[in-house]
Structures are given as structure tokens and as C-alpha cells.
């Protein structure tokens, strides 16, 4: 039975490599997740066997509970809604990690000092990456509106940690009384919630992305303890991998890892000077759609407004109708559209847009001289030429779209306020940039009825 | 269960890491959203270690402590998955979409999400 246990867990893992290996092209990515589904069925199923196991009541009602809550959650959430979604989930999974942990230091029987060293370091992991993901759902879905900043905030948070290794010294010395295990757990817990409540709303695809990766470990970890192959390879593959789309987030923002955990940026509001005294213009919708009508060659840039106001359907719309008059159009989207790399195209995926008419920030910008009009919907940072050209801006350095170069350039705002990160945006001001103000969704229902009577 | 010890384990995660890394490091942007949500369902692999934590329990404080971390690990590898296969189940190339976008259906579809 031994036997047949491993080989299942071999299997399982085989296939979540394979699925993520899927993952990698859209064509296959679906199939991808669905045989790593495969693996985590075949994997719980076969655990039911492990040999002196109880309490199967007790485990049948979490599982159908546990699972039954997040289905029915995961499939009511919106679109836009998804990075909190996948916070919570992820924080499930550190609080799971950490369970384990604890119930093992609290066993009675001695365990290795290997054992003892990777549970309390799997605990403390999993545990920030348990409180941390829910502070960043709070945030995200707007419970938490406000950050928590104030002077001494990274050395009390430093001390939290080392009170929490502290702890976790004494349990590995031996002296694993429940005392300490409890203490180990709170100061775990505290610490994730105070490192997350200072990051603003900007930074937290990457926060997430992070604690991903810290869950990953933490249950590659307790797979050691419990000499669980299966856990400690898939663990360990999402560590790494997690780490990598970690690193891979924080440069398409510009920010370091460390800068994004203890400056607290994204939280403040600078204003820059760029395009100061000068006056946005804007354009009726009826010339906008003259401007559209006859171009030969559109690009749309859609942002996290846009996706706010639900208005892709309605910009597919749009685009079908210029599509029909022989204007070429092409989606860009900018690495962070949206609220983290690849949110943006699942969006556009949900109303239906292919997607080989999306192109990424490298291939799309030397498209930019020859567009004749670039759309800006409910996009700001991603757009602004301040990264370019202003280096007292906060966004110095940030790749971004060159709208800007293109012969006209279309804005559909909400309001004349800033982006996320608080910056004024200079394209708003530029000669060639008419603004269009007013909800997403309704600016462009109108756009396509103005270009279908044309 | 057969004793993981020492070097072995090392041997593991260093080509685990190996592989996650080279795993992720072909993936186009597009597909980084629905791929974190991929790798976070992957750990819900978890569930099957709070499944013997809880098997094995004794006291009431384990059982009540293993039974939260089922709960947990249920919810990270169903959650998961709904999730990431929602999102993976909207990508289509041009001719797929092209022609669900005719049917009459992708108007209804707006804000059925809500």
C-alpha cells in the first residue's frame, strides 16, 4: 500500500509540472490546469489509504465544507475582482501549512532537530503568508482603505520577526512547550499583517505575488516534516516560480522587491510638475468617432478604468464596427494593466477579444508613430511620458506605453484626477491629446453608435 | 511513510527549484495572472498533508487545529482551480472568438459577473 501511495504522489506531481508546462501557451494552458486537477484529485483520494489514519468523518466535513465555500465563492467573483480572490486562496494554503506545523510541534513524542528546525521555519511562512494575504484581500476588495505608515514602523516590524525566531530558538532547543508554540504563532501572525498594512493598493500584485511563493515554501517545508515527497516538489516548484513572476512584476514596475516592502510607496500621493499650467482639451463624442472612423490604423490601450466600468464588451463592440470599415486595430496592453501582469487579458479574454489582436509593450510601441489615433481608456501611469523624460518623477524608469507618439491620441477619463500612484500625466495636456470625459462604458456605447451612422 | 532525510531532500528541492524556474520563465505576459493563480492551486497540495496531520491527530486541540488546516487546504486547492480554470476558459484566438462573438450570447454575457 506504501507502494502505491508514493507512486500516486509521484504521479500527482508529474502531472502538476505538466500543467504548469501547459500553462505556458494559451493554445494548451486550459488543458494544463486541468490535468494538474487531475493529479490534486488523485492525490487526496489516494491519502484517504494512508496507513493509522482517524478521524475520516472530521476530514470528509472539512473538505466538502472547505471546498464547497471557496467553489461557490470562486466561481461568483467578478472579473476585476480576481488578484483579491487569489490572495485569499493563497492565504488559505499558508494557514493549511501552518496548521500542520502545529499540530506536529504539539505532538507529545519528540521529533529530529532537522524536523523540528523546517516545521517552525514552515510555520512562521506560512503563517505571514496567511495574514499578510488577507490584509492584501482587505485591501484589495476595500474593506482596508487607508495605510498604516508611521516612523519606526520597519524596526518594530523587524523586532516582531526576530521575537518570532526567538520562539521558534526555544522550540527547537527543546523547550517546545504549547507556551511557545502559541507565541510563535502569534508573533508570525502579527508580523504578516503589520509588513502589509503599510504597502499601498499599487504595489499589492506584487505583495501577492510574493506571498505566493512564501506559501509555496512553507508547504514544501512541512512536506519535509512529514516526509511527504509530493509536497515538498510542488512547494518547492511554486517557490521558485513564484519568486521568478515575483521579480518579474516588480521590474515591469520599476520597484525592487525591498523598495516595495519597506518604503511604503504607492501609499503616498506626490504630485509631479509635469504639465503643469497647461489645460486638458476635450472633444465631443460625435468628432471622436469621425477621428476613429477614418483612421487606418487604431491602437487601444485599455487600463483598470476601463475594466471599473465594465466597458470591454462595449470596446469590442466598438471594435468589431471600425474592424468592419477596414480600420486596423490592435489592443496594448502594458505589463501592469490592470491590477497585476496578465490581468488585463484575462478581462479582455471575458468579452470576447482574440487574443492576437493584444500586443505587449515591446512589440507594440514602434507601432506608435503610424498609428493615426491611440485610445487611452481608463488608463493613466501606464501611458504617462513623464517615465521617459522627468526624473524627479516617482515613476522614472518605468516602461511605458508611447502613445504619445502617435498621431492623435484619444483619452476617455472619468475625471481630471491622477492614476494610482498619484502622478499628474502630461500626455493628458498634449497637443495631440483630446480628452473624452465621462464613464467608460457610456463614452463608448456612444463612440459606436456615432461611427455606425457614419 | 519512507524517510525523506538529510541530502535527499536537499537533492529535491534544488531540482524542484530548478524546474519551477524553468517552468515559468516561458510563459508570455498574458498568461501571468491566470499563472499565478495556477501555482497557487499547485499548492494546494497541502490539503493532502493536513489530511494526515488530522488523520493522525490525538488530543482535541490537534484534531481542532488539523480539522482548520483541511478546512484551509480545501478551500486553497478548490478555490484555486475554479478560479484559474474560469480565467483560462476565456482565452480564445481570433477564429473561436470571432465566432462567439456572432452569437447572440456574448451581449447577454455582460455583467453576469456581477
Given at each position: 500500500?506504501?507502494?502505491a ?7 500527482a ?5 505538466f ?5 505556458s ?9 486541468m ?5 490534486m ?8 489509504l ?7 468523518l ?6 466538502v ?9 470562486a ?60 490584509i ?13 505608515v ?12 526576530a ?6 530558538g ?22 504578516g ?20 511563493a ?16 509530493a ?19 516588480a521590474k ?7 523598495n ?14 509635469a504639465?503643469?499650467?497647461?489645460e486638458?482639451?476635450?472633444i ?10 477614418y483612421?487606418?490604423k ?10 471599473v ?5 462595449k ?26 501582469p ?57 516602461p ?17 484626477g491622477?492614476g ?5 500625466n ?15 462604458q ?7 453608435a ?5 | ?83 484559474t480554470?474560469r480565467?483560462?476558459?476565456?482565452f480564445k ?14 451581449e ?7
Amino acid at each position: 500500500m506504501n507502494n502505491a501511495i508514493q507512486a500516486v504522489y509521484l504521479v500527482a506531481a508529474l502531472l502538476f509540472i505538466f500543467g504548469l508546462k501547459q500553462m505556458s501557451s494559451p493554445k494548451t494552458a486550459r488543458g494544463g490546469i486541468m490535468w494538474a486537477g487531475v493529479g490534486m484529485v488523485l492525490a487526496t483520494l489516494i491519502t484517504f489509504l494512508y496507513p493509522g489514519m482517524t478521524n475520516f468523518l472530521l476530514i470528509v466535513i472539512a473538505v466538502v465544507v472547505g471546498g464547497g465555500v471557496s467553489y461557490v465563492l470562486a466561481r461568483r467573483v467578478a472579473m476585476t475582482d480576481m488578484p483579491q480572490m487569489i490572495a485569499l486562496f493563497n492565504g488559505m494554503g499558508g494557514g493549511a501549512a501552518a496548521a500542520i506545523a502545529a499540530v506536529e510541534l504539539l505532538r507529545e513524542e519528540p521529533l529530529p532537530v532537522d524536523v523540528v528546525v523546517l516545521a517552525v521555519l514552515g510555520a512562521v511562512i506560512g503563517m505571514v503568508a496567511f495574514s499578510g494575504s488577507l490584509i492584501a484581500f482587505a485591501k484589495l476588495q476595500g474593506i482596508i482603505n487607508r495605510s498604516f505608515v508611521f516612523p519606526g514602523q520597519n524596526v518594530l516590524n523587524l523586532l516582531m520577526l526576530a521575537a518570532a525566531l526567538v520562539f521558534g530558538g526555544f522550540i527547537i532547543a527543546g523547550h517546545g512547550s504549547g507556551l511557545f508554540v502559541a507565541l510563535l504563532f502569534a508573533t508570525a501572525f502579527l508580523f504578516g499583517i503589520m509588513m502589509t498594512l503599510p504597502i499601498g493598493g499599487a504595489d499589492m500584485p506584487v505583495v501577492i505575488s510574493l506571498y505566493n511563493a512564501l506559501t509555496g515554501l512553507a508547504v514544501a517545508f512541512e512536506g519535509y516534516v512529514l516526509g511527504n515527497a509530493a509536497m515538498i516538489v510542488a512547494g518547492t516548484v511554486v517557490g521558485a516560480a513564484g519568486t521568478l513572476l515575483t521579480q518579474l512584476m516588480a521590474k515591469a514596475m520599476n520597484r525592487s522587491l525591498g523598495n516595495v516592502l519597506f518604503s511604503g510607496f504607492g501609499a503616498k500621493v506626490e504630485a509631479g510638475a509635469a504639465g503643469e499650467g497647461k489645460e486638458m482639451r476635450a472633444i465631443e463624442v460625435d468628432d471622436a468617432a469621425i477621428q476613429l472612423a477614418y483612421a487606418s490604423k487604431v491602437v487601444i490601450v485599455p487600463g483598470y478604468g476601463m475594466a471599473v466600468a465594465q466597458a470591454q464588451h462595449k470596446v469590442w463592440s466598438l471594435t468589431q464596427l471600425l474592424e468592419q470599415r477596414g480600420v486596423e486595430v490592435k489592443f496594448a496592453i502594458h505589463p501592469v494593466a490592470g491590477r497585476m501582469p496578465g490581468h488585463m487579458n484575462v478581462l479582455l479574454a471575458e468579452a470576447g477579444v482574440p487574443y492576437d489582436l493584444i500586443y505587449d509593450l515591446e512589440d507594440i510601441n514602434e507601432d506608435f508613430p503610424t498609428t493615426d489615433v491611440s485610445v487611452v481608456i481608463g488608463a493613466n501611469d501606464v501611458v504617462n511620458p513623464a517615465a521617459r523624460t522627468d526624473t524627479a518623477s516617482p515613476i522614472y524608469g518605468m516602461p511605458i506605453l508611447d502613445c504619445d507618439c502617435s498621431k492623435n491620441v484619444l483619452v476617455i477619463k472619468r475625471g481630471r484626477g491622477t492614476g494610482f500612484a498619484g502622478v499628474e500625466n502630461a500626455l493628458f495636456t498634449a497637443d495631440n491629446t483630446r480628452m473624452l470625459f465621462g464613464d467608460a462604458q457610456d463614452v463608448v456605447n456612444k463612440l459606436a453608435a456615432e461611427v455606425k451612422k457614419l | 511513510m519512507s524517510e525523506i532525510t538529510g541530502f535527499t531532500a536537499l537533492y529535491i528541492f534544488l531540482l524542484a527549484a530548478f524546474t519551477g524556474y524553468a517552468v515559468i520563465s516561458r510563459v508570455p505576459v498574458i498568461l501571468h495572472t491566470p499563472l499565478m493563480s495556477g501555482s497557487n492551486f499547485v499548492h494546494g497540495i497541502v490539503l493532502v498533508g493536513a489530511m494526515v496531520a488530522l488523520g493522525v491527530a490525538e488530543t482535541t486541540l490537534e484534531q481542532i487545529i488539523g480539522f482548520v488546516g483541511v478546512l484551509l487546504g480545501a478551500m486553497n486547492a478548490v478555490g484555486g482551480y475554479a478560479v484559474t480554470e474560469r480565467m483560462l476558459e476565456m482565452f480564445k484566438p481570433a477564429k473561436e472568438a470571432g465566432e462567439a462573438a456572432g452569437a447572440p450570447s456574448s451581449e447577454g454575457r455582460e455583467g453576469g459577473n456581477e
